[in-house]
């Protein structure tokens, strides 16, 4: 890894800790969801950072790809999953932290065991270690909880690590968050690793789209007005997931028309909501690591 990609991960992740602190300023109960994520686009912007993919901003049983946009009426309430990403010439921030906006606290075990987790994974992180050695942290963790509450916490089935790139943020190497005998290397890439933990039964499934998109196909679009989106996107965003909320801002209209028919014709795909299947709250906690030159680094820490 070459100087200027470690200090553009080192740079991105800088940002990311500040946005991390502006969101706690800004996250309340019942502030509308897209006055957040505006927000939020808007404070990485100023800081220099680039909009690396859309802030999830998933309640309770969601646990992931959910944006808001500008018809959007949801607010800030619950379990509140704060997910953000950020690049610094493409290179990656990707970090996490949950948000108990309930007024007797009920998730705080949750979101304390999460961080418990994370804090277990930065101890492990060091240059060399093998995928499995992530895993075994974050077990060791939900196992000790478990015993002293009965059981009562599990893994999301389905979410891992992943290694991240240029204008990629998964870039194939996955990073279980459960017992692994992966003898792969951490060595000389960066990566995320994610634990989500929940009161239920850890199995998710896929609901509704929620606002964030990827190009799914290089096939033309029909429409004029609609390959001038898809123009914009690739210049813009590159290969990086985006929403309908950053092409309003830069003044582009019909967005709900265009967005779907370009869905239709296959050429946006849009993730769905993950939904944890019992319905039960799902907490999540991440940071971002780069091991280069025999060092090792958690970017995204504060």
């Not at 123009?231 to 990086?240: A, G, L, P, V």
Request: proline share 4%.
């Amino acid at each position: 890894m070459d100087s200027k990609e470690l200090n553009s991960y080192i740079k991105a992740g800088e940002i990311a800790q500040a946005v991390k602190r502006y969101a706690r300023e800004i996250i309340k109960p019942g502030v509308p969801l897209i006055e957040i994520a505006r927000k939020v686009d808007d404070k990485i912007i100023e800081l220099g950072g680039e909009l690396g993919f859309p802030v999830n901003l998933s309640i309770d049983e969601v646990a992931a790809h959910f944006t808001p946009d500008s018809t959007s009426k949801e607010v800030a309430t619950g379990l509140l999953k704060f997910d953000v990403g950020i690049t610094v010439n493409g290179f990656f921030a990707d970090t996490a932290i949950s948000f108990d906006l309930t007024e007797d606290n009920r998730h705080k075990d949750l979101v304390e065991i999460n961080k418990e987790m994370q804090e277990a994974v930065i101890r492990t992180v060091k240059p060399g270690i093998k995928v499995s050695n992530i895993g075994d942290a974050v077990m060791d963790v939900l196992d000790e909880a478990n015993e002293k509450h009965d059981n009562k916490f599990a893994l999301i089935d389905g979410l891992s690590g992943h290694m991240v790139g240029k204008d990629m943020i998964h870039a194939g190497l996955t990073i279980p968050n459960y017992r692994n005998d992966s003898e792969n290397k951490l060595d000389e890439m960066a990566f995320a690793v994610e634990p989500f933990l929940t009161t239920g039964n850890g199995k998710i499934y896929s609901g509704e789209g929620g606002g964030i998109y990827s190009i799914n196909s290089e096939a033309p679009a029909r429409d004029k007005e609609a390959r001038k989106v898809v123009e914009y996107i690739k210049e813009n965003f590159k290969t990086r997931p985006f929403c309908m909320r950053w092409l309003e801002r830069e003044g582009f209209t019909k967005l709900k028309f265009i967005f779907a028919s370009l869905k239709k014709q296959g050429i946006f795909y849009e993730y769905p909501k993950l939904i944890e299947k019992t319905k039960k709250p799902v907490a999540q906690c991440e940071n971002l690591f780069v091991i280069s030159d025999g060092k090792a680094y958690c970017t995204t820490r504060e």
